[in-house]
Protein backbone atom coordinates (compact mmCIF):
# COMPACT_ATOMS: atom_id res chain seq x y z
CA UNK A 1 0.00 0.00 0.00
CA UNK A 2 1.30 3.55 -0.82
CA UNK A 3 -0.45 6.75 0.75
CA UNK A 4 -1.00 10.49 0.74
CA UNK A 5 -1.98 10.86 4.18
CA UNK A 6 -3.31 13.47 6.55
CA UNK A 7 -5.22 13.19 9.27
CA UNK A 8 -6.80 15.49 12.14
CA UNK A 9 -7.00 14.22 15.89
CA UNK A 10 -6.13 15.79 19.44
CA UNK A 11 -4.10 14.51 21.97
CA UNK A 12 -7.75 14.68 24.09
CA UNK A 13 -9.36 12.16 21.58
CA UNK A 14 -11.23 9.65 22.73
CA UNK A 15 -9.79 7.29 19.81
CA UNK A 16 -6.92 6.53 21.68
CA UNK A 17 -8.36 3.61 23.46
CA UNK A 18 -9.81 2.56 20.53
CA UNK A 19 -6.39 2.53 19.15
CA UNK A 20 -5.09 0.38 21.60
CA UNK A 21 -7.62 -2.07 21.49
CA UNK A 22 -7.83 -2.57 17.53
CA UNK A 23 -3.85 -1.67 16.62
CA UNK A 24 -2.67 -5.81 16.75
CA UNK A 25 -5.73 -6.62 14.46
CA UNK A 26 -5.29 -3.94 12.13
CA UNK A 27 -1.53 -4.97 11.55
CA UNK A 28 -2.53 -8.66 10.97
CA UNK A 29 -5.13 -7.14 8.05
CA UNK A 30 -3.00 -4.60 6.58
CA UNK A 31 0.32 -7.47 6.36
CA UNK A 32 -2.28 -10.24 5.33
CA UNK A 33 -4.27 -8.15 2.16
CA UNK A 34 -2.36 -5.65 0.16
CA UNK A 35 -3.54 -3.45 -2.84
CA UNK A 36 -0.28 -2.34 -5.05
CA UNK A 37 -1.90 1.15 -5.74
CA UNK A 38 -1.24 3.80 -3.05
CA UNK A 39 -3.21 5.54 -0.47
CA UNK A 40 -4.19 9.15 -0.88
CA UNK A 41 -4.57 11.60 2.27
CA UNK A 42 -5.36 15.03 1.75
CA UNK A 43 -4.85 18.08 4.01
CA UNK A 44 -6.29 21.11 4.04
CA UNK A 45 -5.39 23.44 7.08
CA UNK A 46 -7.93 26.42 6.70
CA UNK A 47 -6.83 29.70 7.69
CA UNK A 48 -3.34 28.71 8.63
CA UNK A 49 -1.18 31.92 7.95
CA UNK A 50 2.55 32.02 7.30
CA UNK A 51 4.14 32.18 10.38
CA UNK A 52 1.60 30.46 12.39
CA UNK A 53 3.85 27.61 12.27
CA UNK A 54 6.93 27.35 14.31
CA UNK A 55 9.07 26.50 11.14
CA UNK A 56 8.86 30.07 9.57
CA UNK A 57 9.21 31.92 13.03
CA UNK A 58 6.06 31.87 14.94
CA UNK A 59 5.05 31.63 18.67
CA UNK A 60 2.88 29.37 18.40
CA UNK A 61 4.10 25.67 19.45
CA UNK A 62 3.86 23.39 16.45
CA UNK A 63 6.95 20.52 17.11
CA UNK A 64 4.94 17.67 15.24
CA UNK A 65 5.07 20.07 12.09
CA UNK A 66 8.38 21.54 12.72
CA UNK A 67 10.22 18.08 12.74
CA UNK A 68 7.90 17.07 9.84
CA UNK A 69 8.78 19.76 7.48
CA UNK A 70 12.85 18.44 7.97
CA UNK A 71 11.60 14.88 6.18
CA UNK A 72 9.36 16.82 3.53
CA UNK A 73 9.40 19.23 0.61
CA UNK A 74 8.49 22.66 1.32
CA UNK A 75 7.10 24.19 -1.74
CA UNK A 76 7.90 27.78 -0.62
CA UNK A 77 6.54 29.32 -3.54
CA UNK A 78 3.34 27.71 -3.64
CA UNK A 79 0.63 30.41 -4.39
CA UNK A 80 -3.03 29.91 -3.11
CA UNK A 81 -6.46 32.23 -3.66
CA UNK A 82 -7.38 34.51 -1.19
CA UNK A 83 -10.14 32.92 0.36
CA UNK A 84 -11.04 29.12 0.35
CA UNK A 85 -13.58 28.22 -1.84
CA UNK A 86 -12.15 29.15 -4.93
CA UNK A 87 -8.91 27.49 -3.72
CA UNK A 88 -10.55 24.56 -2.55
CA UNK A 89 -11.82 24.15 -5.89
CA UNK A 90 -9.01 24.14 -7.66
CA UNK A 91 -7.25 21.76 -4.91
CA UNK A 92 -10.64 19.19 -5.75
CA UNK A 93 -10.14 19.83 -9.28
CA UNK A 94 -6.28 20.54 -10.49
CA UNK A 95 -8.42 23.69 -12.90
CA UNK A 96 -8.19 27.55 -12.04
CA UNK A 97 -11.38 28.76 -10.02
CA UNK A 98 -11.81 31.31 -13.19
CA UNK A 99 -11.84 28.32 -15.61
CA UNK A 100 -15.17 26.59 -13.58
CA UNK A 101 -17.12 30.10 -12.66
CA UNK A 102 -15.90 29.23 -8.80
CA UNK A 103 -13.33 33.06 -9.05
CA UNK A 104 -16.12 34.53 -7.01
CA UNK A 105 -14.56 37.53 -4.98
CA UNK A 106 -15.48 36.49 -1.79
CA UNK A 107 -16.44 32.53 -1.31
CA UNK A 108 -19.65 30.61 -1.53
CA UNK A 109 -22.02 32.60 0.54
CA UNK A 110 -24.93 30.91 2.48
CA UNK A 111 -27.91 30.58 -0.02
CA UNK A 112 -25.47 30.50 -3.31
CA UNK A 113 -26.04 28.08 -5.88
CA UNK A 114 -22.50 27.83 -7.00
CA UNK A 115 -20.58 24.91 -7.45
CA UNK A 116 -17.77 22.72 -9.13
CA UNK A 117 -19.25 22.09 -12.58
CA UNK A 118 -20.64 18.96 -13.21
CA UNK A 119 -18.53 18.04 -16.02
CA UNK A 120 -15.27 18.76 -14.33
CA UNK A 121 -13.96 15.77 -12.26
CA UNK A 122 -12.79 16.06 -8.80
CA UNK A 123 -10.18 14.42 -7.56
CA UNK A 124 -12.61 11.88 -5.68
CA UNK A 125 -14.42 11.05 -8.45
CA UNK A 126 -10.91 10.40 -10.40
CA UNK A 127 -10.14 8.34 -7.35
CA UNK A 128 -13.19 5.87 -7.31
CA UNK A 129 -12.82 5.64 -11.15
CA UNK A 130 -9.12 3.99 -10.35
CA UNK A 131 -10.80 1.83 -8.02
CA UNK A 132 -10.05 3.45 -4.64
CA UNK A 133 -12.87 3.45 -1.96
CA UNK A 134 -12.90 7.52 -0.91
CA UNK A 135 -13.88 9.45 1.95
CA UNK A 136 -14.13 12.89 3.45
CA UNK A 137 -14.76 14.71 6.70
CA UNK A 138 -14.25 18.22 7.75
CA UNK A 139 -15.06 21.44 5.40
CA UNK A 140 -16.64 21.65 2.04
CA UNK A 141 -17.36 24.63 0.87
CA UNK A 142 -17.91 24.15 -2.48
CA UNK A 143 -21.70 24.09 -3.46
CA UNK A 144 -24.66 22.53 -1.65
CA UNK A 145 -27.79 23.69 -3.31
CA UNK A 146 -28.46 20.11 -4.32
CA UNK A 147 -26.99 16.87 -2.91
CA UNK A 148 -25.65 16.07 -6.21
CA UNK A 149 -22.91 19.29 -5.43
CA UNK A 150 -21.94 18.10 -2.06
CA UNK A 151 -19.28 15.51 -0.98
CA UNK A 152 -21.57 12.25 -1.66
CA UNK A 153 -22.58 13.64 -5.15
CA UNK A 154 -18.73 14.67 -6.04
CA UNK A 155 -17.24 11.17 -5.56
CA UNK A 156 -17.09 10.63 -1.86
CA UNK A 157 -18.34 7.17 -0.51
CA UNK A 158 -18.66 8.70 2.98
CA UNK A 159 -18.60 12.55 4.30
CA UNK A 160 -19.05 14.04 7.80
CA UNK A 161 -18.49 17.67 8.55
CA UNK A 162 -20.19 21.09 7.26
CA UNK A 163 -20.85 22.06 3.82
CA UNK A 164 -20.64 25.69 4.26
CA UNK A 165 -17.64 28.21 5.48
CA UNK A 166 -17.70 27.78 8.94
CA UNK A 167 -19.52 26.85 12.04
CA UNK A 168 -18.92 26.89 15.80
CA UNK A 169 -16.43 24.41 17.20
CA UNK A 170 -19.19 23.07 19.63
CA UNK A 171 -22.64 23.67 18.99
CA UNK A 172 -22.13 23.84 14.95
CA UNK A 173 -24.16 26.26 13.98
CA UNK A 174 -23.04 28.85 11.29
CA UNK A 175 -23.91 32.57 11.70
CA UNK A 176 -24.35 34.76 8.76
CA UNK A 177 -25.84 37.69 10.15
CA UNK A 178 -29.66 37.26 9.09
CA UNK A 179 -28.58 33.52 8.19
CA UNK A 180 -28.51 31.10 11.37
CA UNK A 181 -28.79 27.37 10.62
CA UNK A 182 -27.51 24.17 11.87
CA UNK A 183 -24.73 22.74 9.74
CA UNK A 184 -23.04 19.54 10.45
CA UNK A 185 -23.56 16.15 8.23
CA UNK A 186 -23.41 12.29 8.24
CA UNK A 187 -23.32 12.05 4.43
CA UNK A 188 -26.89 13.34 3.30
CA UNK A 189 -28.66 13.35 6.92
CA UNK A 190 -28.10 16.16 9.76
CA UNK A 191 -26.13 14.98 12.45
CA UNK A 192 -27.10 16.18 15.83
CA UNK A 193 -25.83 13.12 17.89
CA UNK A 194 -22.68 14.53 19.00
CA UNK A 195 -23.94 18.78 19.47
CA UNK A 196 -22.10 20.25 22.50
CA UNK A 197 -18.65 18.36 22.32
CA UNK A 198 -15.63 19.83 20.01
CA UNK A 199 -16.00 19.01 16.24
CA UNK A 200 -12.60 17.45 16.04
CA UNK A 201 -13.41 14.39 17.63
CA UNK A 202 -15.99 13.42 15.56
CA UNK A 203 -13.81 14.25 12.43
CA UNK A 204 -11.18 11.56 13.89
CA UNK A 205 -13.78 9.37 15.00
CA UNK A 206 -15.45 8.73 11.37
CA UNK A 207 -12.06 9.25 9.56
CA UNK A 208 -10.38 6.84 11.60
CA UNK A 209 -13.03 4.20 11.15
CA UNK A 210 -13.26 4.94 7.02
CA UNK A 211 -9.50 4.13 7.35
CA UNK A 212 -9.32 1.35 9.21
CA UNK A 213 -12.16 -0.47 7.19
CA UNK A 214 -10.61 0.37 3.69
CA UNK A 215 -7.22 -0.79 5.12
CA UNK A 216 -8.69 -4.43 6.29
CA UNK A 217 -10.34 -4.85 3.39
CA UNK A 218 -7.04 -4.46 1.21
CA UNK A 219 -8.33 -1.76 -0.92
CA UNK A 220 -6.58 1.62 -1.86
CA UNK A 221 -7.73 4.80 0.45
CA UNK A 222 -8.28 8.09 -0.83
CA UNK A 223 -9.01 10.08 2.65
CA UNK A 224 -9.77 13.94 2.27
CA UNK A 225 -8.96 15.78 5.56
CA UNK A 226 -10.14 19.13 5.14
CA UNK A 227 -9.54 20.81 8.83
CA UNK A 228 -11.75 23.15 10.85
CA UNK A 229 -8.84 24.79 12.07
CA UNK A 230 -7.56 27.80 12.49
CA UNK A 231 -11.14 29.59 10.86
CA UNK A 232 -12.63 32.35 13.26
CA UNK A 233 -14.50 31.55 15.36
CA UNK A 234 -11.91 32.31 17.91
CA UNK A 235 -13.22 28.96 20.33
CA UNK A 236 -11.02 27.84 22.95
CA UNK A 237 -10.47 24.12 22.81
CA UNK A 238 -10.71 21.33 25.30
CA UNK A 239 -6.85 21.40 25.42
CA UNK A 240 -5.01 24.20 26.08
CA UNK A 241 -0.94 24.73 25.75
CA UNK A 242 1.18 26.33 28.36
CA UNK A 243 3.62 27.65 25.84
CA UNK A 244 0.54 29.85 24.99
CA UNK A 245 0.14 31.44 28.24
CA UNK A 246 2.44 34.35 27.13
CA UNK A 247 0.83 35.16 23.78
CA UNK A 248 -1.10 38.14 23.29
CA UNK A 249 -3.41 39.47 22.84
CA UNK A 250 -5.93 37.21 24.13
CA UNK A 251 -7.70 36.62 20.83
CA UNK A 252 -4.21 35.49 19.56
CA UNK A 253 -3.52 33.15 22.95
CA UNK A 254 -6.67 31.41 21.88
CA UNK A 255 -5.06 30.84 18.28
CA UNK A 256 -2.00 30.05 19.54
CA UNK A 257 -4.10 27.03 21.33
CA UNK A 258 -6.40 26.06 18.29
CA UNK A 259 -2.83 25.52 16.66
CA UNK A 260 -1.43 23.64 18.93
CA UNK A 261 -4.54 20.97 19.16
CA UNK A 262 -4.26 20.96 15.16
CA UNK A 263 -0.59 20.56 15.41
CA UNK A 264 -0.85 17.75 18.16
CA UNK A 265 -3.81 16.35 16.05
CA UNK A 266 -1.34 15.64 13.00
CA UNK A 267 0.85 14.00 15.40
CA UNK A 268 -1.93 11.40 16.22
CA UNK A 269 -2.38 10.84 12.74
CA UNK A 270 0.89 10.43 11.67
CA UNK A 271 1.16 7.82 14.92
CA UNK A 272 -1.98 6.43 13.80
CA UNK A 273 -0.11 5.11 10.43
CA UNK A 274 2.46 3.86 12.03
CA UNK A 275 -0.13 1.94 13.80
CA UNK A 276 -1.70 0.56 11.25
CA UNK A 277 1.68 -0.34 9.29
CA UNK A 278 0.99 1.61 6.51
CA UNK A 279 3.22 4.96 7.40
CA UNK A 280 6.36 3.33 5.31
CA UNK A 281 3.75 3.22 2.01
CA UNK A 282 2.21 6.58 2.55
CA UNK A 283 2.25 10.05 0.62
CA UNK A 284 1.54 12.73 2.48
CA UNK A 285 0.34 16.57 1.37
CA UNK A 286 -0.43 19.00 3.84
CA UNK A 287 -1.82 22.63 2.50
CA UNK A 288 -3.33 26.01 3.52
CA UNK A 289 -6.35 27.11 1.44
CA UNK A 290 -5.26 31.25 1.97
CA UNK A 291 -3.29 33.61 4.14
CA UNK A 292 -3.97 33.98 7.85
CA UNK A 293 -6.54 36.44 8.58
CA UNK A 294 -4.76 39.15 10.93
CA UNK A 295 -6.13 41.10 13.29
CA UNK A 296 -7.48 43.74 11.15
CA UNK A 297 -10.64 44.56 13.11
CA UNK A 298 -12.86 43.26 16.45
CA UNK A 299 -15.28 42.63 14.54
CA UNK A 300 -16.12 39.22 11.77
CA UNK A 301 -14.21 38.06 9.82
CA UNK A 302 -11.33 39.49 11.95
CA UNK A 303 -8.74 36.73 13.37
CA UNK A 304 -4.91 36.97 14.86
CA UNK A 305 -3.18 35.30 12.64
CA UNK A 306 0.60 36.83 11.03
CA UNK A 307 1.58 36.10 8.28
CA UNK A 308 4.95 37.97 8.96
CA UNK A 309 7.09 39.13 6.78
CA UNK A 310 4.54 39.23 4.06
CA UNK A 311 2.47 41.97 3.64
CA UNK A 312 -1.52 41.75 4.84
CA UNK A 313 -3.47 38.76 4.97
CA UNK A 314 -6.30 36.64 4.01
CA UNK A 315 -8.94 38.21 1.26
CA UNK A 316 -5.67 40.09 -0.15
CA UNK A 317 -3.98 39.99 -3.24
CA UNK A 318 -0.66 40.86 -1.58
CA UNK A 319 1.86 37.68 -0.46
CA UNK A 320 0.34 37.69 2.94
CA UNK A 321 -3.11 36.33 1.57
CA UNK A 322 -1.90 34.30 -0.95
CA UNK A 323 1.16 32.75 -0.36
CA UNK A 324 0.83 28.79 0.98
CA UNK A 325 2.01 26.67 3.09
CA UNK A 326 2.34 23.17 1.83
CA UNK A 327 4.38 20.16 2.64
CA UNK A 328 4.87 16.92 0.74
CA UNK A 329 6.29 13.82 2.38
CA UNK A 330 5.71 9.97 3.49
CA UNK A 331 6.98 6.98 4.20
CA UNK A 332 10.45 5.37 3.00
CA UNK A 333 8.86 3.16 0.40
CA UNK A 334 6.83 6.22 -1.46
CA UNK A 335 9.51 8.96 -0.45
CA UNK A 336 13.10 9.63 -1.39
CA UNK A 337 14.95 9.52 1.28
CA UNK A 338 16.89 12.10 -1.46
CA UNK A 339 14.57 15.05 -1.13
CA UNK A 340 13.58 15.03 2.40
CA UNK A 341 14.26 18.06 4.51
CA UNK A 342 14.07 19.86 0.91
CA UNK A 343 12.80 23.71 -0.10
CA UNK A 344 11.47 23.55 -3.51
CA UNK A 345 11.74 27.14 -5.17
CA UNK A 346 9.78 26.33 -7.73
CA UNK A 347 6.86 28.39 -8.14
CA UNK A 348 3.74 26.49 -7.94
CA UNK A 349 -0.05 26.70 -7.24
CA UNK A 350 -2.86 25.00 -5.66
CA UNK A 351 -4.55 23.67 -9.04
CA UNK A 352 -0.80 21.61 -9.44
CA UNK A 353 -1.17 19.51 -6.04
CA UNK A 354 -4.07 17.14 -7.93
CA UNK A 355 -1.95 16.13 -10.72
CA UNK A 356 1.36 16.08 -8.82
CA UNK A 357 -0.67 13.53 -6.37
CA UNK A 358 -1.67 11.44 -9.40
CA UNK A 359 2.27 11.16 -10.98
CA UNK A 360 3.45 10.67 -7.06
CA UNK A 361 0.85 7.85 -7.15
CA UNK A 362 1.87 6.44 -10.66
CA UNK A 363 -1.03 7.69 -12.35
CA UNK A 364 0.20 10.17 -14.90
CA UNK A 365 -0.82 7.99 -17.71
CA UNK A 366 -4.44 9.71 -16.60
CA UNK A 367 -3.49 12.88 -16.40
CA UNK A 368 -3.76 14.48 -19.80
CA UNK A 369 -7.07 13.27 -20.35
CA UNK A 370 -8.36 15.44 -17.60
CA UNK A 371 -7.60 19.00 -19.60
CA UNK A 372 -5.66 20.31 -16.18
CA UNK A 373 -4.88 24.43 -15.17
CA UNK A 374 -2.14 22.81 -12.93
CA UNK A 375 0.87 20.59 -13.60
CA UNK A 376 2.42 17.76 -11.76
CA UNK A 377 5.96 19.32 -10.11
CA UNK A 378 6.82 15.65 -8.95
CA UNK A 379 9.53 14.96 -11.57
CA UNK A 380 11.08 18.94 -10.61
CA UNK A 381 11.28 17.75 -7.07
CA UNK A 382 12.11 14.33 -7.39
CA UNK A 383 14.99 14.93 -10.57
CA UNK A 384 16.00 17.77 -9.17
CA UNK A 385 14.54 20.42 -12.41
CA UNK A 386 12.81 23.34 -12.56
CA UNK A 387 9.64 24.00 -12.44
CA UNK A 388 7.33 23.38 -15.06
CA UNK A 389 5.87 26.57 -14.97
CA UNK A 390 7.20 30.32 -14.59
CA UNK A 391 3.69 31.87 -14.08
CA UNK A 392 0.79 31.89 -11.57
CA UNK A 393 -2.74 33.83 -12.93
CA UNK A 394 -3.15 34.68 -8.68
CA UNK A 395 -6.28 35.78 -9.17
CA UNK A 396 -8.78 36.90 -12.12
CA UNK A 397 -11.88 38.22 -11.48
CA UNK A 398 -14.22 41.28 -13.28
CA UNK A 399 -12.43 40.43 -16.48
CA UNK A 400 -9.36 40.97 -15.18
CA UNK A 401 -9.88 44.55 -14.51
CA UNK A 402 -10.22 44.89 -10.54
CA UNK A 403 -9.02 42.52 -7.87
CA UNK A 404 -6.70 40.86 -10.59
CA UNK A 405 -3.19 39.56 -10.31
CA UNK A 406 -0.77 37.55 -11.93
CA UNK A 407 2.77 36.43 -11.11
CA UNK A 408 5.31 36.14 -14.22
CA UNK A 409 8.82 34.85 -13.08
CA UNK A 410 9.52 37.26 -10.26
CA UNK A 411 7.22 40.16 -11.49
CA UNK A 412 4.02 40.52 -9.95
CA UNK A 413 1.08 42.97 -11.03
CA UNK A 414 -2.02 43.54 -8.94
CA UNK A 415 -4.56 46.05 -10.80
CA UNK A 416 -7.32 47.50 -8.87
CA UNK A 417 -8.18 47.08 -5.63
CA UNK A 418 -6.88 44.59 -3.47
CA UNK A 419 -9.70 43.68 -1.95
CA UNK A 420 -10.25 43.08 2.15
CA UNK A 421 -10.22 46.09 4.25
CA UNK A 422 -6.42 46.40 5.03
CA UNK A 423 -3.62 46.38 4.56
CA UNK A 424 0.15 46.18 6.40
CA UNK A 425 2.44 43.84 8.08
CA UNK A 426 1.17 41.88 11.42
CA UNK A 427 4.65 40.94 13.71
CA UNK A 428 5.06 37.89 16.17
CA UNK A 429 5.87 38.86 19.02
CA UNK A 430 4.85 41.81 20.19
CA UNK A 431 1.76 40.83 17.97
CA UNK A 432 1.27 44.39 16.28
CA UNK A 433 0.60 46.53 13.24
CA UNK A 434 3.22 47.97 11.24
CA UNK A 435 1.63 50.07 8.65
CA UNK A 436 2.08 49.53 4.39
CA UNK A 437 4.14 52.15 2.82
CA UNK A 438 2.00 55.03 1.38
CA UNK A 439 1.37 54.40 -2.48
CA UNK A 440 -0.74 56.85 -4.45
CA UNK A 441 -0.60 54.94 -7.35
CA UNK A 442 -1.97 52.55 -5.22
CA UNK A 443 -4.59 50.96 -8.22
CA UNK A 444 -2.18 49.29 -10.16
CA UNK A 445 1.12 48.05 -8.65
CA UNK A 446 4.13 46.19 -9.68
CA UNK A 447 6.76 44.19 -7.71
CA UNK A 448 9.69 42.31 -8.12
CA UNK A 449 9.43 39.27 -5.29
CA UNK A 450 12.90 38.59 -5.91
CA UNK A 451 14.30 42.03 -4.51
CA UNK A 452 11.01 42.82 -3.06
CA UNK A 453 9.32 39.76 -1.83
CA UNK A 454 7.58 41.81 1.25
CA UNK A 455 6.30 44.11 -0.83
CA UNK A 456 7.35 47.33 0.19
CA UNK A 457 8.11 49.46 -3.44
CA UNK A 458 5.60 49.40 -6.01
CA UNK A 459 7.49 50.02 -9.06
CA UNK A 460 5.01 50.50 -11.76
CA UNK A 461 5.08 54.02 -12.77
CA UNK A 462 9.09 52.87 -13.85
CA UNK A 463 8.41 50.02 -15.42
CA UNK A 464 5.28 50.69 -17.74
CA UNK A 465 6.56 48.00 -20.21
CA UNK A 466 6.24 44.96 -17.80
CA UNK A 467 2.99 46.30 -16.95
CA UNK A 468 1.30 46.68 -20.43
CA UNK A 469 2.69 42.59 -20.85
CA UNK A 470 1.55 41.45 -18.01
CA UNK A 471 -1.62 42.98 -18.39
CA UNK A 472 -1.73 41.21 -21.89
CA UNK A 473 -1.06 37.75 -19.83
CA UNK A 474 -4.09 38.87 -17.97
CA UNK A 475 -6.24 39.05 -21.24
CA UNK A 476 -4.78 35.99 -22.67
CA UNK A 477 -6.88 33.96 -19.23
CA UNK A 478 -10.07 35.97 -19.76
CA UNK A 479 -10.16 35.17 -23.28
CA UNK A 480 -9.46 31.81 -22.90
CA UNK A 481 -11.35 30.93 -20.12
CA UNK A 482 -14.10 27.96 -20.27
CA UNK A 483 -16.68 29.67 -18.24
CA UNK A 484 -18.71 33.03 -17.96
CA UNK A 485 -17.80 35.09 -14.80
Known amino acids: LATVSVLYCPPFSPLITMRMMFTLLTLSLA ?99 QGYETHMVGKWHLGYASWKYTPIGRGFDTFTGYLGGMIDYYNRTMNAGDIVGYDFWHNTAADYTHDGSYTLTDYMTDSEAALRKTV ?3 KPSFLYFAHQNIHIPIDVPPTTSPKCESVSPDRRKTLCDMMSVLDSAIGETLQLYKDLGIWNNTLMIITTDNGGMTYYQDAFPGSASSNWPLRAGKTTLFEG ?8 TGGDNVFPSNIRNLKYFGMAHAADLMPTILTAAGMSDIVPSLEFDGVSHWESITKNLTSPRSEVPVN ?33 SPYKEIPAPFDPHNTTRLFNLSADPNEYHNIAESHPEIVEFLKQRIESYVKGKRYSE
Open 216 to 218: AAG
Open 396 to 428: IVYSGLNYTSIINNDMKLIVGKVQGAYDGYWTV
Open 321 to 328: GVKGVCLL
Open 31 to 129: TAVVSNQPHILYMVVDDVGWTDVGFHGSNFPTPVLDKLVTESVEMSKYYVQPVCSPTRSSLMTGRYPFNMGMQHLTTIIPGSTAHIPLDVKTIAEVMKE
